[in-house]
């Protein structure tokens, strides 16, 4: 066999033939951790969405779903890249207009929705994460302001045209991977934005603490992520301008609870770029 070591008296010790496969760098370690986290993950009752980016031979993107009839992606503009490793693909949007669209349904209970991103630069005052495309009660969205010093910020539609605003404890920083996670409960009240795993303790005003999240449905419905498409944008006559993201994102998840501070930390603990993050 060529795996073992040999001794002979006229070759003396030979030993076994290796290539670069045999020794896995920690990228290819966190990105054989990462699909063992989607195979498990897929198997969630409550998964509304999982997208890892990846694109079928048609070039719809993969969505896994435990729902009856997973939601459809419909990507604009954006890019195929490469992504968190060398072997996964991401979508980079660098245009106005470049987004992700897709339903997440309506009267949640509960939502969590979380994503992957990289930032390239901030090219307006507010740039769009995840938002939904009709701004009523119980829509959101999920963003990053420089009035907020780049803090992400995660807002959801009340029936009297006010909202509940979460801000990340911390800014997020370009050039870097981020995972961004928005937790909602209308049962706990619970409205919290995790960046990194940090839970969000932030507000950019004078006001204590957050504003709990009443007992209205939660309905984000058709989201564009990376963009804001409001479909009834006539009605703001100009004043909410562009909120085009500038970057990478590589994966985006939805489920219908509220995940725990552990499981967002396990998220974060398999999907890291590198054992060393952040640094």
């Not at 054989?32 to 009752?45: A, E, F, G, R, V």
């Not at 459809?72 to 949007?93: N, S």
């Not at 309506?106 to 939502?111: I, S, Y």
């Not at 991103?117 to 009523?136: E, F, H, Q």
């Amino acid at each position: 066999s060529n795996d073992a070591l040999r001794i002979s008296a006229s070759e003396g010790v030979t030993a076994p033939r290796t290539s670069a496969e045999d020794f896995p760098d920690t990228r290819a370690i966190g990105f054989t951790q990462w699909q063992l986290w989607c195979d498990k993950i897929t198997q969630d009752p409550d998964l509304i969405a999982h997208l890892p980016m990846e694109r079928r031979r048609k070039g719809r993107l993969v969505v896994a779903s435990a729902l009856a009839e997973a939601p459809v992606a419909k990507v604009t503009g954006a890019r195929q890249v490469t992504g968190r490793w060398p072997g996964k693909e991401a979508l980079l949007f660098d245009q106005d207009g470049d987004r992700l669209e897709l339903d997440l349904g309506k009267n949640h209970e509960e939502l969590t929705i979380a994503m992957w991103v990289k930032a390239d630069r901030w090219d307006y005052p507010r740039t769009a994460l995840a938002t939904s495309n009709i701004w009523g009660p119980g829509a959101l969205h999920l963003q990053t302001s420089r009035r907020a010093a780049w803090r992400v910020h995660g807002s959801v539609r009340l029936p009297d045209r006010t909202s509940v605003d979460t801000y990340s404890a911390d800014r997020m920083e370009l050039g870097r991977w981020c995972h961004v996670a928005y937790v909602l409960s209308k049962r706990s009240g619970q409205s919290q934005v995790f960046l990194n795993g940090v839970a969000s303790q932030y507000r950019p005003d004078d006001r204590a603490g957050a504003k709990a999240l009443p007992n209205i449905p939660i309905n984000p419905g058709r989201v564009s992520i990376g963009d804001w498409r409001w479909e009834n944008a006539r009605l703001t006559r100009g004043k909410s301008g562009p909120k085009g993201f500038r970057g990478r994102i590589d994966e985006f998840i939805a489920f219908r609870r509220a995940l725990s501070h552990q499981e967002i930390e396990e998220m974060i603990s398999c999907g890291r770029p590198r054992f060393l993050w952040p640094e």
